[in-house]
């Protein structure tokens, strides 16, 4: 009998959207260190691989003014994952981190210091980041065409890479499109020597610069279908950077409602939605596509009959590649099909759950996406903070730990690399490219 493959699970710290309910009556604070305590606390009690944190590089805005149905705000990635460091022993710690607005020199710094800090637990998300409107709040303005973006983010990692192999042992000096960098690291080579590298672009650019950068994928793709698709699509570009299957792990996220039976699931799983979606996010939503005020419709009532704006900015922050005209006609079809209201069809576009079921039943079926190779696990994010989670560690674990694909107890000491079953680095190398693959 072959193993089974192990199930990697990575734990959403909540965002500032309409997925986390902060309405909730137990809702915590976005800002105070206990939530990310409580959360972190949770997380490595459900022996996650990592814990893991996105980040917003501007608040959202609506109709010229910040987006009031977000919660606003929360502090800085590096600093809540150093805190995290200090109270936690054996889960990982990633965070996101923009290769297009941040210098590779001050960020090489900051992780190698998290990765020293927390014993070898540090992970960095590369993300090229959105639009002009994010780019707003640095120098260098909207800055750098999407073809620009990628080729930015493999030269940001190797220049991190080439600083992280020299430690303070020897002056490094990189010379390339975007980045000229001369001088000694001022950090020691820490446990891991790279923090592992996390990617989060859908594209087909962003899924080769995973395929040659990246050890973890954290992808949108949570549906068996689909994430088999992906997983299968972006597997197969690792044997042309001479790349085995396992090195790299696909991670797509997951909302989840545990239910004592399938109907208490279903019913929890509506209560759910219509937390998420308010009236009035449910509103503001199709104002994004609408591109004016739709204040005055009635969100219990049918999808306006005026078209949208084109070109129009009511929300900034939020990118939408879609042709509005073409958004809105496929909307209007669906409500017709289905009989939607607004609020109905915001819920049926945005507030399905990727997971529900008794814990048994969501234990089964996360086993069988990675037992079937559609992923190798997933980020699991929960509908409140900081309390999402709990449930999912209390009930669904020990559901996967029956099923044997799930582990019952940390490696001691183990660095990041490990807990996710990567191949160890080659010494020296700026790229995970084995000799004599395409580079
Ligand atoms: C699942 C997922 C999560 C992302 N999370 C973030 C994030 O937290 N912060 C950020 O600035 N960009 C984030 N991005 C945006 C990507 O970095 C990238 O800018 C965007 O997806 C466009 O690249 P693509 O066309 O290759 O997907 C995320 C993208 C995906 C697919």
């Known amino acids: 009998m072959t193993a089974k493959r192990r199930i990697h699970l990575a734990a959403h710290i909540p965002g500032v959207n309409n997925t986390t309910v902060w309405s909730a009556p137990d809702a915590g604070s976005q800002i105070d260190f206990s939530s990310f305590e409580h959360f972190a606390a949770n997380a490595e009690r459900g022996l996650f691989d990592y814990l893991f944190l996105a980040e917003g590089l501007r608040l959202r805005e609506h109709k010229g003014r910040l987006h009031d149905l977000d919660v606003a705000g929360r502090p800085a990635t590096l600093s809540i994952l150093s805190a995290l460091a200090g109270i936690t022993r054996d889960i990982g710690l990633v965070g996101t981190l923009s290769a297009t607005f941040n210098e590779p020199f001050e960020l090489a710094k900051q992780l190698a210091s998290l990765d020293h800090l927390s014993g070898g637990r540090a992970g960095w998300n590369v993300v090229t980041s959105s639009d002009a409107f994010h780019g707003a709040n640095f120098r260098r303005g909207g800055f750098l065409d999407f ?209 529900v079921g008794t814990a048994s039943q969501i234990a089964d079926e996360i086993d069988r996406a990675v037992q079937d190779r559609a992923t190798d696990g997933f980020v699991i994010v929960g509908a409140t903070n900081p309390h999402g989670l709990d449930e999912f560690v209390a009930r669904v674990v020990p559901e996967l730990q029956d099923r044997g694909s799930y582990r019952t107890a940390y490696d001691e000491g183990a660095i990041l690399r490990d807990t996710l079953d990567l191949p160890p680095l080659v010494e020296g190398a700026t790229s995970l490219a084995r000799d004599g693959a395409a580079v």
């Not at 600083?163 to 042992?169: P, S, V």
């Not at 990617?199 to 068996?224: L, N, P, T, Y």
């Not at 009532?301 to 078209?307: A, I, K, Q, S, T």
């Open 147 to 355: 073809a620009e973006r990628y080729e930015r983010a493999a030269e940001f990692v190797t220049v991190a890479k080439e600083l992280w192999n020299a430690g303070t042992d020897r002056p490094v000096s990189h010379h390339g499109k975007h980045f000229d960098v001369e001088g000694t690291f001022p950090v020691p080579v820490s446990p891991q020597r790279h923090p592992v590298v996390v990617q989060a672009g859908d594209s087909a650019d962003g899924r080769s610069f995973a395929a040659q950068h990246a050890e973890v994928i954290f992808s949108r793709h949570s549906e068996f279908g689909a994430a088999k698709a992906f997983y299968d699509d972006v597997k197969g570009r690792l044997a042309g950077w001479g790349r085995d299957e396992d090195s790299l792990k696909i991670l797509p996220a997951a909302t989840f409602v545990v239910g004592d039976s399938p109907r208490d699931a279903e019913e929890k799983a509506r209560e759910t939605a219509l937390a998420q979606v308010s009236p009035q996010t449910a509103i503001a939503f199709v104002e994004q596509i609408w591109g004016r005020d739709l204040s005055e419709y009635d969100p219990d009532g049918p999808l306006p009959d005026v078209e949208p704006v084109v070109d129009a900015t009511v929300t900034r922050g939020r990118v939408r590649h879609d042709d509005p005209a073409v958004t809105a006609r496929a909307w209007r079809e669906r409500a017709d099909a289905e009989g939607l209201s607004i609020r109905e069809l915001v819920i049926a576009l945005s507030g399905r759950h990727s997971l």
